[in-house]
């Protein structure tokens, strides 16, 4: 089976910093990766699919990439509104993964 | 819009069962697989188990493999999870989720519901 692990586990940072969330694969899944978003309390909101497409109405300021083994969640300008858990997840051949989330805290 | 609403959720004592629900509306509840996701109390995602829009084809994940069951009826636009021999582990909110395909091969979730919380408890 394949395993997503995330880093870090919690980052703090102030509001305007530019945050980024790495999210490696125990083995090449190519681009079949997506980003969720999670708010206290609330269910699970897409960010990002296929690695680096941005799902419609999320903001600008967040960014994937990557390909293969290793991807990266990028937020370019941390607003108030995006300190939240954030989970990346591999999807294919009837498989769903998730990263164990990376906490995203007020500094 | 597209909306997604869970019930069926509550106390249960170790051992015994539950269904749960998921209305769906806004779209073709037909045309789109759609999946359970679990999260216990302070953890991370799980994904439980997935169905195509037919109904015709269903997976699971290995931890409750052979204890929960996944159904649907077009008719009534609902996904159903019918759980088993349920253990204190399996305390978790559920959500459900649509699937962006037909099948669930290469399709990630696009609107979750709100979920339902699940405790297994005596």
């Known amino acids: 089976d394949i395993q997503m692990t995330q880093s870090p586990s919690t980052l703090s940072a102030s509001v305007g910093d530019r945050v980024t969330i790495t999210c490696r694969a125990s083995q090449s899944i190519s681009s079949w990766l997506a980003w969720y978003q999670q708010k206290p309390g609330k269910a699970p909101k897409l960010l990002i699919y296929k690695a680096s497409s941005l799902e419609s109405g999320v903001p600008s300021r967040f960014s994937g990439s990557g390909s293969g083994t290793e991807f990266t969640l990028t937020i370019s300008s941390l607003q108030p509104d995006d300190f939240a858990t954030y989970y990346c997840q591999y999807y294919n051949n009837y498989s769903w993964t998730f990263g164990q989330g990376t906490k995203v805290e007020i500094k | 819009e597209v909306q997604l609403v869970e019930s069926g959720g509550g106390l249960v004592q170790p051992g015994g069962s539950l269904r749960l629900s998921c209305v769906a509306s806004g779209f073709t509840f037909s045309s789109y697989a759609m999946s359970w996701v679990r999260q216990a109390p302070g953890k991370g995602l799980e994904w439980v188990s997935v169905i195509s829009g037919s109904g015709g084809s269903t997976y699971y994940a290995d931890s409750v493999k052979g204890q929960f069951t996944i159904s649907r009826d077009n008719s009534k636009n609902t996904l159903y999870l019918q759980m088993d021999s349920l253990r204190a582990e399996d305390t978790a909110v559920y959500y459900c989720?649509?699937?962006?395909?037909?099948?669930?091969?290469?399709?990630?979730?696009?609107?979750w519901g709100q979920g339902t919380l699940v405790t297994v408890s005596s």
């Open positions: 989720a649509k699937t962006t395909g037909g099948d669930g091969y290469k399709d990630y979730f696009d609107y």
